[in-house]
């Protein structure tokens, strides 16, 4: 009941209410704990048995899922979880601080632990060491999201990604829709870049800044872009050959009452 702490008086007086005393009582004695957590287990387990060199990173939304995950994985065989989180202190949980997050990431690095469990933080901005085994215990709704996480894996060899979604719950909504919205994002950057190549960059002119070096030769960008094209001018296309979806449409036939004027009900009336 880290809350009654806080300031809020909402807080105290919802902490306050018998109900909520109760139920959090009957929580705290329950050893039931999410099929979720025996699959994580269980995935990491196999793994780290058919190749003790891999490294694993398990994503959740929670610091509090984080902290359930890296106990559930403490003392398996050949297995050494840490946490990653963020620096912010959250409910009289302390964050790391960059030391201890620069330190830990190191630790994984260098296979002092072959388990990484993270929250968002893990997602970008950090120089976070490949995985073989990328793990979702929840699906997130953000398609960038998603990407950044699976970008996690398979830089230097073959990697796994595996998303847990609990049937029947709102696991399901946010896969659906991080799924519709990459889709859309793809098609967006298909669309861009059959009009680029449909418009191939002529005029070099806003290159007259830059400059090129090549070993201990130095040139003009505009000049190194000439002699690409020159170089690359059999495989590379001036015509977009990419088939366009309106050039495969059927003309839609209209019905002739379409081509008369409002009223009209004859020939005779014009």
Do not use: C, W
């Amino acid at each position: 009941m880290e809350a009654e702490d806080s300031k809020s008086k909402s807080a105290k007086d919802f902490l306050r209410d018998p109900r909520v005393r109760s139920l959090s009582d009957r929580l705290l004695e329950m050893d039931e704990i999410h099929s979720k957590v025996g699959a994580v287990r269980r995935m990491v387990r196999e793994r780290v048995k058919r190749d003790a060199e891999s490294r694993i990173i398990v994503f959740a939304n929670y610091r509090d899922t984080v902290e359930a995950l890296e106990k559930a994985l403490d003392g398996l065989e050949g297995i050494k979880a840490i946490q990653f989180i963020g620096q912010s202190s959250r409910s009289g949980s302390g964050g790391l601080t960059p030391k201890q997050q620069i330190s830990r990431l190191e630790e994984f690095r260098s296979g002092g632990a072959n388990v990484l469990v993270a929250t968002s933080v893990g997602e970008e901005g950090l120089d976070i060491p490949s995985a073989d085994l990328v793990v979702f215990y929840e699906p997130v709704s953000s398609e960038i999201r998603t990407i950044q996480r699976r970008g996690r894996t398979g830089r230097r060899r073959g990697g796994e990604v595996v998303v847990l979604i609990a049937e029947g719950t709102r696991d399901e909504g946010a896969k659906d829709s991080a799924r519709r919205k990459e889709e859309f994002m793809h098609k967006a950057a298909r669309r861009v870049s059959r009009e680029l190549s449909g418009n191939p960059h002529r005029d070099l002119s806003n290159l007259s800044r830059f400059s090129v070096s090549t070993g201990d030769v130095s040139g003009s960008a505009a000049d190194f872009v000439l002699e690409a094209r020159e170089r690359h001018r059999g495989e590379l296309s001036e015509k977009d050959e990419t088939p366009s979806e309106v050039g495969r449409k059927v003309r839609e036939e209209l019905p002739p009452e379409s081509f008369r004027p409002r009223g009209q009900t004859g020939l005779d009336q014009f």
